[in-house]
């Protein structure tokens, strides 16, 4: 198991889990025992150590995610994730994961992205590859299409009258569009 929480975690047994339940029942308990890998206990040196760089990235991102000044400090680390990928699909799936993966738990990392233009480099630019600005604009993206179908529900709630074609002219997009939504 790989715990990336807060404080550490302690591992447990099955018995003491339901150690509440009848003894009878306990024959009915699977017994096994598990791996225990507690990022919190690692130092951040040891994580990097391992031989697959793009692991240690992905685990550092996880131990430190919660951690905003971590993140302010080290964002670039995430985004130039390797100097010279080994296996792209790897290196590129890696990546992904891990910007996804902050994306979604540090907002501090969303506010660099957004301003990466002006604190990169001309050098990390090249080096954060060009897909990591694809994945942000498709983000960027996706958020402003949502928003404009949310803007189009309430009007359409509020004006159940008007045709797809006036819904779509008066917000600049296709009539298949406003015609999806109307039908959610």
């Given at each position: 198991m790989l715990y990336h929480g807060g404080p550490g975690l302690t591992k447990e047994t099955t018995n003491l889990l339901?150690?509440?339940?009848?003894?009878?029942?306990?024959t009915f308990i699977p017994s096994?025992?598990?791996?225990?890998?507690?990022?919190?206990?690692?130092?951040?040196e040891a994580i990097e150590a391992l031989r697959m760089i793009?692991?240690?990235?992905?685990?550092?991102?996880?131990?430190?995610?919660?951690?905003?000044?971590?993140?302010?400090?080290?964002?670039?680390?995430?985004?130039?994730?390797?100097?010279?990928?080994?296996s792209e699909k790897t290196f590129v799936q890696f990546s992904t994961v891990t910007a996804l993966y902050l994306n979604a738990t540090s907002t501090i990392f969303n506010e660099k992205l957004k301003d990466m233009d002006n604190?990169?480099?001309?050098?990390?630019?090249?080096?954060?590859?060009?897909?990591?600005?694809?994945?942000?604009?498709?983000?960027?993206?996706?958020?402003?299409?949502?928003?404009?179908?949310?803007?189009?529900?309430?009007?359409?709630?509020?004006?159940p009258e008007w045709t797809d074609q006036q819904v779509a002219e008066s917000f600049d997009v296709n009539p298949s569009f406003v015609q999806k939504i109307r039908m959610k």
């Open positions: 339901f150690s509440t339940a009848p003894r009878f029942l306990h096994f025992d598990y791996i225990l890998v507690d990022l919190s206990t690692l130092t951040d793009y692991l240690g990235k992905f685990l550092t991102a996880l131990k430190h995610s919660r951690d905003d000044d971590f993140i302010a400090l080290y964002w670039k680390k995430f985004v130039i994730f390797a100097p010279k990928p080994g604190l990169l480099t001309t050098e990390e630019k090249v080096s954060a590859k060009p897909y990591l600005f694809e994945l942000y604009d498709k983000a960027l993206e996706k958020g402003i299409e949502q928003g404009i179908e949310k803007a189009i529900r309430l009007f359409l709630h509020k004006n």
